[in-house]
């Protein structure tokens, strides 16, 4: 119910009003006088709860609280730009806000409702005694200061003044009428006005809805005030006027009160159009992220889209959030500029709230938007354009109508979820999507379902990723994958631990050995990885950290890879799901015993091989194995075809998994074509509904019989679809990387006899569920080390696997999340008996949610 509550338009619609929506032009005779409108990265000048710009104790009930803006004053402002909010009410009250040298107006900019935030922006004209503020019952005051205006041609402030009140004229607004209002010519309100501010409440409402402001005559996508019902909300906003008159509509019958707060002829700087929609999170048509994950932040192109000119200097947006299942706070800023400690709109429980932000762009014409709860769930956020500062800056134009992008959480520990309170400052950003040429030379196409269905996740690489020193990935974004590499060597008599050919890497310009995690890179779009298996048996395994879910459907999972194996003595892709984020969760080697390799606790997968079922060239399902309770035995399953082989040069096969709980099919294409047919099918028991794929580069001594001991894979445009779950947080202890005295060999493992490793950058993004320490190993008895985090107990693990050593594990050994802790950690391993560890990592489980 709630997300039918916002206003709710098609792209089409959203396209054509771009270009129409707008009343007044931008000039483009002469360039806007620079000092009309100042904007500033918001700062807080008032925080009752802290002593900030008043005494530390909540407001007296008709008292005046005062606030000064000297440097708005020297400046000449007329006008002041605020947002104000109210914590820890009692009970149903308000707050006013106006200048201190006027007489106190009957208006209020704020409605409070008891155990909520409640915030409103604010446009007060400013006096040189300052702006006073009054409530009607105790609660603490928020005030963030956001900029200044200077003379009548942007916006002149008045002191508020009542236009409209349907309570008492007994004439509420219907459902679906448009009803006209005179706003030029009121008290305050030049004759001759364009546009105004105004200051909208709505009363207690039987039902959820929305209420939009416009020119009447011009047709709008967005939504102005969004309530629930019962409740009393104001919002501001600054509304272009059509004669002098604006229109209202709503999609519920409401009370409505209008206030005015300022007003302008449109030839200055600030111009306003019809409210048209920037951002919608609930609408996967225009926004493929989902929901905003708590900690994170959203970056959003508003230059130069939807009515707002790629020259603007600011924009005016209104920012509304639903769904929000417990308390929080939004800010919005200039991505150019530090996270200020201010915030624009504080959602709660079941909150559909809506604010006004004025705020300045950055120089690539975005906005950014972090978002902050308090119980760590993700929620909706839309905004709106409802006008822009005019400017002459010169930016490229956006390359598509929706070119936002989300940045994954911060590093660092959650910050002050107090509604109006602290924050988080941002970490690094995730590049927008785009087309860059592939294997075939052509252009990117993206995560491609033979079938429409919800992306869950998708990764098209189309830049490479800078990781910490410490991390295994490569070129691979470290946030979303894991990386650990099983092989080629173990023989911990004569010092082989985990030695690893460095290979060449064919698709990237390598000229020489790479050196791990240099193996694994991204250029042109495409991921390109390799290994020199040195004769003996080797896996690279690559994880998304997002679990992939299947509970009641059917579930699928793309990919395209270069799948041209010569066979099991040679190298080939593989699919592997496992219930747990465990390094490396292979199977079996085609053709060997059970437990010959890795064993995840549950899992699935299966090899791509050139078989005798095959003629030379082509491709199909070799080996499918399941894993319960870290058992692995083959799978019985039917061989339909075969496809051409890809090619690292040319073109990829692209491949398509379907998982029920009893069924699995592989349907695949030949290489360059579009026509997926069915390669392999299997009836099977599932061991679990939920799990991380693994996408897996397995080398069996492939110089023996055929020519691929070195070898590089081509891999494109990962996905799944199914509900978009948390992501797990895995940090990456580092790799030993020592000399094995050969030059083109480093050993990755350690002796686990008695090993201490730090584990840098851990960050609580959300709270997590679990903490494992995940490692493989190899042992030469049925042996698991034992495991300590940060000095504290050790943690043993009986063996789980059937009994024998001499071959690689993978296991997560369980630890308190008490011990685990934000920034570095040390993390020990020990045994008595023979065995070598790698590829460790502290991992949070459904740390956070996914971007």
Known sequence: MVRESVAWRSVAILTVLAASA????????????PQDVTLRPPLRVLDTRTGVGAPARQLIPGARTVVTFPDANAAGATSVVLNVTAVNAVADGWVKAWPCDDAEPAASALNTTPGRASANAAIVKLSPSGVCFTSSIPLDLIADFSGWLTGNDDLAGSSPARVLDTRLSGNPLRAEEVRSLRIAGTPGIDPSATGAALNLTVERSALDGYVVAYPCGQPSNGSTVNFLHGETVANLTVVALSAGNVC???NVDVQIIVDTYGWTRGEGRLMTQSPNRLLDTRDRNTWSYGATPS?????????????????????????????????????????DQPQPLASTINPFNGALRSNLALVKLAPDGTVCLYFQSANLTPTDLVVDGVGWISGVVQRPEPSSPGSVVTEPPPDGSPGNTVPGGGTTPPGGTTPPGGTAPGPSGGEDSGCQFSASVAVAFCDSFDSAAANPSNSRSGALNGANWTVSRTGTQVNIPQGELNDWTRPMVAGCGSTSPAT???DVRVCNGVLYEAIDDGGGQSTLAMSPNQPFDIAGRTGTVVFDVSSDSQGTHA???????????????QGVLPGSLPGHAENPRNGFGFSLLGTNLCSAGRTTVGAMTITRNYATESVPFTTVDCVVNGSVSAALNHFEVRINA??????ATDAGSAAAREIAFADVVMPMTRGLISLDDVHFDAGKYNTQRQHTFAWDNVGFDGPKLYRNMAFDAPDSRTSTGNPNVLALGYSATSLALSVPGVSWLQQPTQALITFTWYPYDSVVPSVRVNGGPWHDTAWPFEPGGYSWRTLGVNVPLSEVHAGSNTIELKSGALAVVSNIDVVLVAASPVP
């Not at 707008?22 to 006088?33: D, W």
């Not at 009893?662 to 349907?667: A, L």
């Open 295 to 335: 900690h994170s932040t959203v970056h959003l192109r508003v230059a130069g889209r939807s009515g707002i000119p790629n020259t603007a200097d600011s924009a005016i947006l209104t920012v509304t959030v639903a769904d929000s299942t417990a308390d929080g706070f939004v800010t919005v800023w200039p991505c």
């Open 516 to 518: 791990p995690p240099d």
């Open 248 to 250: 209202m509509r709503s």
């Open 571 to 585: 190298a080939w892709p593989e699919f592997r799901w496992s219930d747990q984020p465990v390094p490396s969760p």
């Open 22 to 33: 707008i009343l007044v032009p931008m000039a483009q005779a002469t360039p806007p006088r």
């Open 662 to 667: 009893s069924h699995v099919e592989v349907w």
